[in-house]
């Protein structure tokens, strides 16, 4: 990913230029996009920070990881950032279980469709 931050107040054919970032899109490849379809998140527990962009042509959403040269050329661009921290209950759940498996989704979703099964699934001893 780049950086292109526009000189403030600079035009272009007349029209005020916009800061972009180049970037790949899964769909599309390499694609300029606004800042104004960019948003960095940065992880307040780490620092680690990672941008979601919107494709202006095909419209997907993505992410791609920002290291910190990388986050403060974005944020002197003038980017939206936006601040998160890892729920607490990600720290809270067993670590004594097993994953869960591809059977036990395939199982769990045909439950769905058949509500006493998932009505005696739910109220069983765990
Ligand atoms: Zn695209």
């Known amino acids: 990913m780049e950086v292109h931050p526009a000189p ?3 035009l272009h054919q007349g029209k005020l230029m916009t800061s972009f970032v ?3 899109c ?8 606004p800042l104004s379809e960019v948003v960095l998140r940065v992880n307040d527990d780490d620092g680690s920070g990672a941008c979601v962009l919107r494709c202006t042509d095909c419209g997907a959403r ?3 990881i920002a290291d910190d040269s990388m986050m403060i050329l974005l944020v002197a661009a003038g980017i939206e950032v936006q601040t998160w921290v890892k729920p607490a209950e990600v720290d809270e759940r067993p670590t004594h279980l097993a994953p869960i ?5 395939v199982a769990f979703a045909a439950m769905l469709d058949d509500p006493a099964a998932l009505s005696g ?3 069983a001893e765990r």
Do not use: R
Request: aromatic share 8%.
């Open 26 to 33: 899964p769909n599309c490849g390499e694609i300029d996009v």
């Open 101 to 105: 498996t591809h059977a036990e989704l």
């Open 62 to 64: 993505f992410s791609k």
């Open 22 to 24: 180049t970037t790949t």
């Open 121 to 123: 699934w739910m109220s």
């Open 8 to 10: 403030i107040g600079a």
